[in-house]
């Protein structure tokens, strides 16, 4: 008799297909605190349970690297990862044909389509790759401590990691790129990754002291930018978005008004290449070529027109020319006072007054209660260079120098002295198994064997081995 309720088992309708990895969402789509595709794939990592590295080395390198079923890609995971980052952890979240092998890779494991926004490849065909994003990790520890405090998601945005944005837009404070606890900077993306803790030293970045507070068109800048990781991680498409050939002539419109011709002049250029702070051969260039210029020349442009950076690049404003009947008053035209509040960070050598009993307080608390640092650093933490600092405080800045000189002196005889007590030991178990302690047998024991390239421990072992020669003589 035939079974007219067959097993549902039987049923012939498919489920939707399994990923290989959880399908993540990710944090802040569609909004400027979109998260970044390194962070994604650490909190990826955590949710298997499993080290970044090991993840990366076992699912992601193959698939990134092109070799999919081998055995070598398998053998190590700390090799599958060197391999798929390629010593340049940066260009995950940025927009160049790494970025998309990542992303094609993350996509397959999770079945996610949503990843693209998580880098800056929505935005490949306008902004240069190069220096787009920051070689160094950067945080701000406000937010990882607010985020704590809300038990809400730690995770690490991709705003942080582009080069062009050095403070955090919701609360005004420059990023932070020193663990304070190891006074080390380190990569954007390692093998032993967590959000919100160095990598080195396991050290919470929420802990951190509060940065100081950055300079409003530094924050303006980052709000700028965030504008357009919100429009790019929304999915809106941003293939519409102006190259840089079209928005400089929208620029020059905007000071000669419409050229019935079609050309601009040499002139024109000139004044507009002087207000953005680039050269006017440059300016020229980028109107006849298919260039992809910096993030930060569009940044000075759109604060040189006080129009938002995602309107301009996006054609959602029209900017009204200003018609002359003279083009070449071309100077009376621009004002003065949007040239003179250009910062000196966005191409202009503006002189800016030293207050000095600031960089005196900053210098004080350096020398007296801060670590030891070089002046070179010290000077980038005031904001101003080092020849200026010495020019004005010759005396402050020639006591911070001396004292990193003899920190540094004190660590390295410190490592000497430890080095030297590892060298005895092991020479004397070598004398001891009737092995006579060369440089060589000794550094095929130790840590790092280049240290035996240093003179004074070379010179340790030397005086080591006639004391044990001598010793030897005597009982003969």
């Known amino acids: 008799m035939e079974d007219k309720n067959p097993e549902y ?55 990134v690297t092109g070799t999919m079923g081998t055995i070598d890609c398998k053998r190590s995971t700390s090799r599958g990862f060197n391999r798929a980052i390629a010593r340049a952890p940066w260009t995950i979240d940025g927009s160049g044909t790494t970025a998309r092998k990542w992303v094609a890779a993350a996509s397959a494991l999770t079945l996610r389509q949503d990843l693209e926004g998580l880098t800056m490849l929505p935005w490949a065909t306008v902004f240069s790759e190069k220096s787009l994003c920051r070689r160094t990790r950067a945080w701000c520890p406000i937010c990882l401590a607010d985020g704590l405090e809300a ?43 967590a959000a919100g803790t160095c990598p080195r ?47 400089v002539k929208a620029c020059l419109v905007r000071f000669t008004g419409n050229n019935t011709r079609g050309r601009q002049s040499s002139g024109n250029v000139a004044a507009l290449a002087r207000m953005i ?63 003179a509040s250009l910062p000196a960070g966005l191409g202009h050598r503006t002189r800016r007054p030293l207050d000095r009993e600031e960089a005196r307080r900053h210098l004080e608390i350096h020398l007296y209660d801060g670590p030891s640092l070089p002046l070179q650093e010290v000077a980038g933490r005031i904001g101003r260079p080092p020849a200026t600092l010495r020019a004005n405080f010759p ?31 092991i020479a004397l178990a070598l004398h001891g198994q009737g092995i006579w302690p060369t440089a ?16 004074a421990i070379l010179g340790f072992l030397n005086e080591l081995q006639r004391q044990i020669k001598a010793t030897e003589s005597d009982r003969q």
């Open 151 to 193: 038990s809400r998601v730690v995770y690490e945005p991709l705003l942080w990691k582009l080069a062009a944005v050095n403070c955090c837009p919701l609360h005004g404070v420059v990023l932070s790129t020193q663990c304070t606890e190891c006074l080390r900077q380190s990569s954007p993306f390692t093998y032993r990754d």
């Open 395 to 425: 005396e402050l800045t020639r006591a911070i120098s001396e004292r990193h000189r003899c920190y540094t002196a004190a660590r390295r005889k410190a490592r000497e002295n430890v080095v030297k007590e590892t060298i005895k030991a």
């Open 201 to 247: 030293c396991r050290h919470p970045f929420h802990l951190s002291p509060s940065p100081p507070r950055a300079e409003p068109w530094r924050q303006r800048q980052a709000w700028e930018v965030g504008a357009l990781l919100e429009v790019s991680s929304a999915g809106a498409g941003t293939a519409c978005a102006l190259p840089i050939k079209e928005v």
């Open 277 to 339: 702070g680039v050269n006017p051969s440059t300016l020229w260039w980028w109107t006849r070529n298919d260039y992809k210029p910096a993030l930060e020349y569009f940044l000075q442009i759109s604060l040189t027109l006080r129009v938002p950076l995602a309107e301009l690049l996006m054609a959602t404003r029209t900017i009204q020319p200003v018609h002359s009947p003279r083009i070449g008053s071309m100077d009376q035209m621009i004002s003065p006072p949007a040239f």
């Open 440 to 455: 060589w047998q000794v550094a095929r024991h130790i840590k790092q064997p280049n240290d035996l390239r240093i003179p």
């Open 9 to 63: 088992w039987e049923s012939s309708c498919e489920g939707p297909p399994a990923s290989r990895l959880f399908g993540l969402q990710p944090e802040g789509l569609g909004t400027p605190q979109v998260e970044s595709l390194t962070g994604y794939i650490v909190r990826l990592a955590r949710l298997h349970r499993v080290s970044p590295g090991v993840l990366v080395g076992q699912e992601f390198a193959p698939r």
